[in-house]
């Protein structure tokens, strides 16, 4: 055997230990290769399996060097390294500008950009935009089959949450989910793509508030998730029982957010304010979200009754009885104070970043792209850039005599 294709077969075998779940001897095999002498042909294969890895930072870092040089992106850069490093950063919060350099890829000839696209665009409850995109990964001919099924599943997930209002007769994605489920090559070969078509379905009755029924389909997905040894399914089931049962599920939602499946919650979050008919759950929910199209989504209940938008509230931190601090985030003011951090100056807007979001904690990639839009986001220079200001944010909390302060964890 060529050494080449001892890599290709040892790129494989670790693709292999990372769909059986096998992550850490998949990590020690990725290690053990030494990515700096993988040849080219191979660097984006890599990328993929160091993402996929959970070592998105990683990832970025090995990838970078080929697709970037000098704040530019490098004609010789391929699309699959193109792509893994555009997922990359997404993954560690620079949105923006990982679509942005999807928009550069050719779906044809590297298909898995456009799953990439609808994830991110996932990330930001941005489904509508997903539809058409993955219709046309779902239409194209020669996608490798687990591709095709995952997409299938993805669009089913996204066309439901446009469709929950819909009449029965008219919601696509019962129709796409149900075809997955009677396949008998995905129960055979893809347990992982069976268990999200289940997932879905059960939703529907939910949306009806059929809430037995709902409950029903929960539970036998609950038990597929247990045989398959699926802890990540086996939560999401928990945490959609607790929302058919009208209750928040909150072992379920702590565990989901000890994984940073922070969107999963915030979905479900909607559903039982709406199921629930919780208008301050709701009213929480459209003040401490950051994403236009969930805030969308949310002030659209509010309008469907007649009701204003949610306007602004208080956000109490601590239990003591106290005359309470108060700081306004929307333009750094504090009545009564002559401290006050200058509106729309970077202080400011990186203290009204941080308390834009009430269920997920900002990534630092994240906050560079708001507050440097369009500015390429490197791991190491990004972050510091982010970080020097919010040591200012940290030194201006302690000379106000405010008991605030920025805690980082992990990045």
């Known amino acids: ?48 399996l160091i993402r996929r890895a959970d070592r998105p930072r990683d990832a970025a870092a090995y990838l970078r060097r080929y697709v970037y040089r000098g704040g530019r992106t490098l004609p010789s850069a391929t699309d699959e390294e193109m792509a893994e490093y555009a997922m990359s950063i997404g993954q560690l919060g ?86 997955l489920l009677d396949d008998p090559e995905v129960t055979r070969e893809h347990g992982r793509v069976r268990r999200y078509a289940l997932m879905i379905l059960a939703w529907e009755p939910l949306f009806d508030r059929d809430f037995s029924r709902a409950i029903e389909r929960l539970e036998a997905l609950r038990v597929e998730c247990e045989s398959a040894d699926d802890h990540g399914g086996l939560l999401e089931a928990e945490l959609w029982l607790g929302v058919a049962r009208l209750n928040r599920a909150t072992e379920a939602q702590a565990a989901l957010g000890a994984i940073g499946e922070w969107e999963t919650i915030r979905i479900s979050e909607f559903y039982l304010g709406l199921l629930a008919n919780d208008l301050p759950l709701l009213s929480r929910l459209y003040l401490g979200t950051p994403h236009t199209a969930f805030k969308l989504r949310v002030g659209a209940v509010f309008q469907s009754r007649g009701l204003p938008l949610p306007s602004g509230a208080e956000w109490r931190l601590g239990q003591g009885t106290a005359e309470p601090l108060v700081i306004e985030v929307a333009n750094g003011v504090r009545p009564g104070s002559q401290g006050y951090l200058k509106e729309g100056q970077v202080m400011q807007r990186v203290f009204a970043i941080l308390a834009s979001d009430f269920y997920r904690p900002l990534r630092l990639a994240e906050m560079h792209s708001v507050l440097y839009p369009g500015a390429h986001y490197e791991s190491f220079s990004g972050s510091e850039r982010v970080h020097r200001v919010v040591r200012r944010l940290r030194g201006w909390f302690r000379e106000q005599g405010l008991p605030l302060t920025v805690v980082e964890d992990g990045g």
């Open 1 to 48: 055997m060529s050494p080449k294709k001892d890599i290709a077969l040892e790129l494989e075998e670790i693709w292999t230990l990372l769909t059986n779940g096998s992550m850490a001897e998949a990590r020690k095999r990725i290690e053990a290769l030494g990515p700096a002498r993988i040849p080219r042909e191979h660097v984006g294969r890599l990328g993929f």
């Open 94 to 179: 620079a949105i923006p500008e990982a679509l942005s350099l999807l928009e550069g890829v050719s779906e044809e000839r590297y298909p898995n950009a456009t799953i990439h696209r609808a994830m991110l665009m996932f990330s930001e409850h941005r489904y509508a935009e997903s539809i058409p995109i993955l219709r046309r990964l779902v239409a194209r001919e020669g996608v490798a089959r687990v591709l095709h099924f995952s997409a299938r599943a993805r669009l089913a997930h996204a066309l439901a949450m446009e469709e929950f209002v819909k009449p029965v007769d008219q919601r696509e994605f019962r129709v796409i989910a149900q075809a």
